[in-house]
């Protein structure tokens, strides 16, 4: 039998359905039922560790309110609550050790003591993008680096053309990226967050030529809370830097893409010294108009791969994937490429891929053409090469961006140009198994040159930089 709080007398029905009983509560109003434990577990004399209960909620409309449970299990005498399910809370004081049932995300949470976990939740899924914030820089962005600051929150660092005001590092505040610091800049073309013992460092790939040609380590200082400068590299119109660990040692790779007129030069990477606390030169690479650099592990191998662009003479060149042996990085592979301005790496139910954006076919002989394949490759574990995997058509792709929504998985094009204009169309690709990459959502973009994918409270979000316009734009990814 089931006891109705003082003064409430709702009408009560027992069920039965395949061989399992319940009570059913019926009425417009809801209202509360308490029983001792010992009249459903008559043969335990404690209440037992592991337990069934299915909960069936019929309502027109869900009032949210805090501390609303429908169902909990206090300690008798005391009142103190043990466990319960609630339908829609926001976190508050000590709850670790309860559980949570949220109607709109449709899952069951557990609370750890500071953020509330899945125990089961049906996995999101893409609807639709959104416009959702329009982002005026102090000039053309080439590159965006989105991080998050520990006990600060989320931040973007944008690498705008522009020497003064420099570059500017957001914050996200309320919902949207607000200015936070202006870092000068020297014709920034990309950011680089990293950590090394819990501390946080961000560089920039300065691309304009002077003397010396310098590109700057930044780092944040807690009492500040600004990004201060920490070390000065000497660089060649550099325009991406890669930052990684192998056994525990941290590394910095720079892109330089050329020294004057001469595109075939050293691309360098540094090696972080502990006790001086500062990157010194460890090993130097031959590279031709260097683009992009891409660290990636598969299994207990490290590799780099550049995406080389030009030599000088034409685009259609090879980029080459390094592995890491002996202590230093070795030719594992050389890849046909066509203007290569970017890799991305990634995985999908245990399989290794690479993809390259190809910019421009680029020859003394001809015009350039801008739509040209762009191409993934898989890693084949048997010939231990890359292999082509799949080609996209792409309008001078200069950027591949990986992310995930619940269990399904995406890539997004930077098309950039197509011989005639900067606007156009940068496409999402979904993950459809043997179908490869299908084409699933258009996106106007203008001069588009990056994309980066992240998640905050409010959602899921992908973010573009124009490299021929002040405006980047912060898209909302809906889903259902």
């Known amino acids: 039998r089931a006891l109705p709080s003082p003064g409430q007398a709702p009408p009560t029905q027992m069920v039965q359905s395949k061989g399992s009983r319940g009570l059913r509560l019926a009425g417009a109003m809801v209202t509360a039922l308490s029983f001792p434990s010992s009249q459903i577990f008559t043969n335990c004399d404690y209440f037992p560790a592991e337990f069934s209960l299915v909960a069936t909620i019929k309502t027109p409309r869900l009032t949210q309110k805090r501390n609303e449970y429908i169902f909990s299990v206090v300690e008798e005498s005391s009142d103190s609550l043990l466990l319960g399910l609630r339908l829609s809370p926001v976190q508050t004081g000590p709850e670790q050790g309860q559980l949570w049932f949220n109607a709109q995300r449709k899952g069951l949470f557990i609370c750890d003591g500071l953020s509330w976990s899945a125990l089961l939740q049906n996995e999101e899924r893409l609807d639709y993008v959104e416009d959702y914030q329009d982002l005026y820089t102090s000039s053309e962005t080439f590159d965006v680096e989105v991080f998050s600051i520990p006990s600060e929150g989320l931040f973007m660092a944008a690498a705008n053309r522009d020497s003064r005001p420099g570059s500017g590092i957001y914050k996200w505040t309320d919902g949207s990226f607000q200015l936070y610091q202006n870092i000068s800049t020297q014709e920034a073309r990309a950011w680089k967050h990293f950590t090394i013992d819990n501390k946080i460092f961000l560089v920039v790939a300065n691309s304009r030529e002077s003397e010396p040609e310098l590109s700057i380590i930044y780092k944040w200082n807690q009492r500040r809370r600004r990004f201060l400068r920490h070390q000065n590299l000497e660089t060649h119109s550099a325009v991406d830097w890669e930052a990684f660990q192998i056994h525990n040692h941290s590394f910095l790779v720079v892109a330089n893409h050329r020294r004057d007129s001469n595109h075939n030069i050293h691309s360098v990477i540094y090696r972080w010294d502990p006790n001086t606390k500062l990157f ?31 030599d000088g003479r034409t685009t259609t060149i090879s980029s080459t994937v390094y592995v890491w042996l002996d202590g230093c990085f070795q030719t594992f592979q050389s890849i046909p490429t066509v203007g290569a301005t970017d890799w991305e790496t990634f995985q999908i139910d245990g399989r290794f891929f690479l993809a390259v954006a190809n910019s421009q076919k680029v020859s003394d002989r001809g015009p350039s053409l801008y739509t040209i394949n762009s191409t993934v490759y898989e890693l084949n574990t048997f010939t231990q090469t890359f292999i082509r995997f799949q080609d996209i058509l792409t309008h001078s792709a200069v950027d591949w961006e990986f992310f995930t929504i619940g269990e399904e998985k995406f890539l997004v094009v930077a098309n950039s140009h197509d011989g005639s204009s900067y606007s156009l169309n940068s496409v999402v690709y979904r993950w459809q198994g043997y179908e490869g990459f299908v084409p699933v959502h258009s996106l106007p973009t203008f001069g588009c040159r990056d994309w980066e994918h992240f998640n905050t409270e409010e959602g899921s979000f992908l973010i573009y930089s124009s490299a021929t316009s002040r405006l980047s734009k912060v898209f909302k990814l809906r889903t259902y």
């Open 280 to 310: 010194e030169v460890n090993q130097t690479l031959s590279t031709s108009g260097a683009y992009d650099w891409e660290f990636f592990s598969v299994g207990p191998y490290h590799f780099l791969v550049v995406a080389n662009t030009f």
